[in-house]
């Protein structure tokens, strides 16, 4: 059974109940820090699927806290199929380096996964629940945060030593109080989403994307699974679609039977909706950390949202707890907006280019956009350059100052569709079967990483000198394995290309921190150190000052921001 490290402090503040607000306060709770958690709406709005598909990496979050069921119950789809009118394009599978147990993405309802994550929050003492609590106020000064909250019942007032705005796209009240801004882009074309159930038959486990097809010429429909023999299917729209007008008219019905046929259907739910792609300029504001919608909006060809959103609350929680705990300095928050801003831009220029090729702005993108489509039905150069949305992956923190890099162990940019980068630093740690001594639970490497540091040493490495030397510089939780002794048929090893002399630092997030060759003492150390945040103690400036609503505000320039001009992290 994991111990909870115990903690006697104020607790953390999450503004926002969605799945964003609820993954950060279990994952605290997992930490022994209590938290609060605020919410405007009187109660949970279980309507529409809102946002469908998962990827491993957020199931893997999610089996942590103990909604595992979510996996469970969610679809398991395999394969992508891209057509251009009734010419299929392309094809292609998720590709796993490890040997994970949990499908590699699920559609589910983001209600569901609500509910299933309430169940968790539910049975959890250390998460206060406040629904009808409105933040009307924030403050903060050099020992936490003070919010007031607009209730039923009048004002009220909540002392916290940080907070998680997590308050969603509709977070622009947050935002202002932070003093951040908002910019980006709103995309013109309109999207008309249905979910419908009915029985397509070979269409269970296959996400669908047509460009130009017959029923909505020169624009897309994209069709997915869900349970229950419910798909999700959006439709690109003209600006001034009318959803009402095209219910009354018989129209929506002509165009769901273009897709499905004669067959009987039901719709559970309908919406119209347009994308847009922002961010907010600042990650972390003193002592609240942005996350989710709140800090960035994709589109969604890609699963980007959710997909980016859980992540923030997993690196905001473990950063927070270590910080709390008192096993590592302040300045380990900075590295919050540097990771998690530099994925907020990756996803932005993937979802961007994304909408660029599916809604062209000129007649000129028009006509290269029908040539190019065209051209892929026979051209393989033309097929490669198609583009209907690069599905979310774990971010590679490859140029992250917590991160120490590896001559040997490059990172070799971005793989094909569906794969993932061969093991390096800042990478996440491919799954696999272990078996560890004494704890009969423990099933897979993943259910090692999220308890603290861990430390995996091959053959030629001494793990107990590493042990003792990881111990005299930090008194995180901490855990040095020898690979041999936890491996399963050698397929943890054969996963990470294992090689002798070698010591791997794991980070509470899964991510690779270093792998260190020829592995001494002192480099260990070195590279502990840096994944804590003290190496990089003091970068920037006025970061940990206290801010009082928008003034004394550390802004990044142009320069600063990570991954400006480029491809965040080297992935391009």
């Not at 009240?173 to 989403?193: E, K, N, Q």
């Not at 900075?334 to 280019?353: C, F, G, K, P, Q």
Request: net charge negative; with cysteine; glycine share 8%.
């Amino acid at each position: 059974m994991r111990s909870v490290p115990s903690y006697h402090g104020p607790p953390v503040a999450v503004i926002g109940n969605g799945p964003v607000g609820q993954t950060a306060a279990l994952l605290l709770a997992r930490w022994g820090i209590p938290s609060v958690l605020l919410d405007a709406r009187p109660e949970r709005d279980l309507v529409g699927s809102k946002a469908i598909c998962q990827q491993r990496d957020v199931l893997d979050v999610w089996a942590a806290v103990g909604a595992g069921r979510i996996a469970e119950e969610g679809l398991t789809w395999t394969t992508a199929r891209t057509f251009y009118r009734e010419h299929e394009l392309f094809a292609w599978s998720f590709v796993d380096r490890g040997r994970s147990p949990l499908p590699p993405f699920v559609n589910i309802s983001q209600c569901r996964a609500e509910q299933i994550l309430d169940g968790r929050i539910a049975a959890q003492p250390l998460i206060d629940v406040r629904w009808g609590h409105e933040v009307t106020g924030l403050a903060q000064d050099a020992a936490g945060v003070t919010l007031s909250c607009a209730t039923a019942d009048g004002e009220a007032e909540l002392r916290a030593c940080y907070a998680i705005a997590a308050a969603g796209a509709r977070g622009d009240r947050i935002r202002r109080m932070l003093g951040v801004s908002f910019a980006g882009h709103t995309f013109d074309d309109r999207f008309l989403i249905c979910d419908i159930r009915a029985g397509l038959p070979g269409w269970e486990t296959e996400r669908r994307f047509y460009f130009d097809p017959a029923c909505n010429p020169d624009r897309q429909v994209l069709v997915h699974p869900c349970p229950d023999s419910t798909y999700r299917i959006d439709w690109q729209v003209p600006a001034e679609f009318d959803l009402d007008a095209e219910e009354a008219s018989g129209a929506l019905d002509a165009r769901i039977r273009k897709i499905i046929g004669e067959r009987p259907y039901d719709i559970i739910w309908k919406s119209v909706y347009r994308f847009h792609a922002r961010h907010v300029d600042r990650m972390r504001v003193g002592r609240v950390l942005l996350a989710g919608d709140c800090a960035h909006l994709v589109a969604p060809f890609g699963a980007r949202g959710l997909n980016s959103g859980v992540p923030d609350a997993e690196n905001a929680a473990w950063k927070l707890a270590f910080v709390l705990h008192g096993w590592a300095p302040q300045a380990l928050l900075e590295s919050y907006h540097e990771e998690r801003m530099a994925a907020a831009l990756e996803n932005i220029d993937v979802t961007s280019a994304t909408m660029q090729f599916l809604v062209p702005r000129s007649e000129r993108e028009w006509h290269s956009r029908r040539q190019l489509l065209a051209a892929a039905v026979s051209d393989p150069q033309a097929r490669a350059r198609v583009d209907s949305g690069r599905f979310a992956e774990p971010f590679w923190y490859v140029d992250s100052p917590l991160t120490t890099p590896n001559p040997a162990r490059p990172f070799p940019g971005r793989p094909p569709r569906g794969q993932m980068p061969p093991p390096a630093p800042g990478v996440i740690v491919p799954d696999g079967p272990i078996a560890v001594a004494g704890q009969p639970g423990v099933r897979r490497l993943c259910e090692l990483v999220r308890d603290g540091l861990l430390i995996l040493t091959t053959d030629g490495v001494d793990a107990d000198v590493t042990a003792a030397a990881v111990k005299e510089c930090t008194e995180a939780p901490q855990r040095v394995m020898r690979i041999a002794d936890i491996d399963v048929a050698g397929a943890v090893a054969a996963a990470l290309d294992a090689r002798p002399g070698e010591a791997w630092l794991i980070r509470p997030d899964g991510h690779v921190a270093a792998i260190i060759t020829d592995a001494a003492p002192g480099d260990v150390q070195a590279a502990v150190r840096r994944v804590l945040g003290e190496l990089s103690a003091g970068r920037g400036r006025g970061r940990d000052a206290p801010v009082q609503g928008s003034s004394e505000r550390h802004v990044l320039t142009h320069r600063e921001q990570p991954g400006a001009g480029q491809h965040a992290c080297g992935r391009g």
